[in-house]
């Protein structure tokens, strides 16, 4: 009896583990377009219902990273370092790491994605930039690995294709938060993408699909374990996103915060992070014998300004104006309203919940409802004050960045639920929660 997508639907469904043969032949005739939208999505949400054993996890990654090509990168430069999130609020670190790590000789190329959910995305990030292109081809990616040892793109190259597809199919039917699919769209495009040394940025909190520290740890250590058994250096850090990362959420204000990191001028818990995940990462390629001497390295081209100036070539490569590392300001659109929040009272803040930020963001028009759906590069939320931070009443708590009079008024009241307020002082939560290596 030939296989059918709807017998694999209702097996996994009824919570039974797949074969590796079953998996395959669902992934294959999804990206051949044989097995339609409609269906992905129902077996989408069954894994996100029923969850998989780890070795239908690996399975799944496997089979989707060997749904297009396999980058050989071997015999353009050696090792080749690659990031990755699993997705947040107002977390622009690739484009902030990327540059400085290549700045400190190491060559970084990644492939990254579009906004999920009430998460952001680097390609939608860097489309603020006027002129920047994500589509590049493997000759292109390879080309400017080889000259200028960085490249941000997307997966047009037929590099993880059904990832591509499930990846916009979940940001629309309310899949996204599941282990399985998660880890095994990440750690595909990591293995279709060819870097032998992967650093994972997994997010836990609020703003983030893995809410608890207990379940973002599981989902690092089982990206990490898919790496290793795929031969490829692997370390996650599971970090918080209880509140925004930084100030900016929203794609061009993220562009602009991670700019003026570049030039010494970023929030500090932003810094914080690109600067110890860039000399982790350092150390991991071998570059240097220790962390303290990977984070020396990145303070030194960060304060020289040859990370930025790596940033501007980085854009440049890809069609986009480089002007814009300069001259921010005038190269970015920005919003026509800008609409300030004030504190109802006086306080500590306990709570800036990263969560209400990202799908007021969607709302304001900075993400998708819809697969495929524009977006708007201008609109998001920039905050004034974080957890831990004393407020007087009337205070500034954020400015709201929109095309509307109304639609900033609509959000003002959605952002007034993301705050609590305490009497007595409050500690910001720690950035890094915990560190995974095998
Ligand atoms: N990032 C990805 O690449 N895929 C996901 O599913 C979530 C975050």
New binding site residues.
């Given amino acids: 009896m030939p296989m059918r997508a709807v017998d694999i639907i209702a097996k996994k469904r009824d919570g039974l583990a797949l074969t590796t043969e079953e998996i395959e032949f669902f992934i294959q005739g999804y990206t051949r377009g044989d097995i339609p939208d409609y269906q992905a999505a129902a077996w989408a949400m069954a894994v996100l219902l029923r969850g998989m054993t780890d070795r239908e996890v690996t399975d799944l990654t496997l089979s989707m990273a060997h749904s297009g090509e396999i980058l050989d990168l071997s015999d353009v430069v050696k090792p080749v370092a690659d990031k990755?999130?699993?997705?947040g609020v107002g977390d622009k670190v690739t484009l902030a790491l990327a540059p400085l790590v290549a700045a400190a000789g190491q060559p970084i190329g990644k492939m990254s994605?579009r906004g999920?959910g009430f998460?952001g995305g680097t390609l939608d990030k860097l489309e603020s930039i006027p002129g920047w292109r994500a589509e590049l081809s493997i000759e292109a990616f390879k080309k400017q690995l080889a000259e200028i040892g960085i490249v941000v793109a997307g997966q047009t190259a037929n590099l993880a294709p059904a990832?591509k597809k499930l990846?916009a199919l979940?940001d629309v039917t309310a899949t996204?938060p599941s282990m399985a699919?998660?880890a095994s769209?990440?750690m595909s495009?990591k293995l279709a993408a060819g870097a032998d040394v992967i650093l994972l940025d997994v997010k836990s909190g609020n703003g983030a699909?893995m809410e608890t520290v207990e379940e973002a740890a599981e989902l690092a250590r089982l990206m990490v374990s898919i790496g290793n058994m795929a031969g490829r250096t692997v370390a996650a850090r599971v970090t918080d996103m209880n509140q925004p990362l930084g100030f900016a959420v929203g794609n061009a204000l993220e562009v602009k915060e991670a700019i003026a990191t570049l030039k010494g001028e970023g929030p500090p818990d932003f810094t914080e992070l690109i600067l110890t995940e860039s000399a982790h990462l350092l150390h991991m390629c071998g570059r240097v014998s220790s962390v303290e001497e990977g984070r020396r390295r990145v303070e030194e081209v960060l304060q020289n300004g040859q990370a930025l100036r790596k940033f501007q070539v980085f854009v440049a490569y890809q069609g986009g104006d480089p002007r814009v590392a300069d001259d921010p300001d005038r190269v970015l659109e920005a919003a026509s309203v800008v609409l300030p929040l004030t504190s109802p009272q006086a306080g500590y803040l306990k709570e800036v919940r990263a969560r209400t930020f990202g799908e007021v963001t969607v709302k304001l028009g900075g993400g998708r409802e819809k697969k495929g759906d524009p977006i708007d590069h201008r609109v998001g939320v920039v905050l004034n004050a974080k957890i831990g931070d004393w407020v007087d009443a009337g205070q500034v708590l954020c400015h709201i960045h929109a095309r509307t009079r109304a639609e900033a008024e609509a959000a003002a009241q959605e952002l007034l639920t993301a705050y609590a307020w305490s009497e007595t002082p409050v500690e910001p939560p720690a950035l890094i929660k915990m560190t995974i290596s095998h």
Avoid: A, C
């Fill in positions: 990755h999130s699993t997705g994605g999920l998460s990832d990846y979940r996204v699919l998660i769209s990440v495009k699909f």
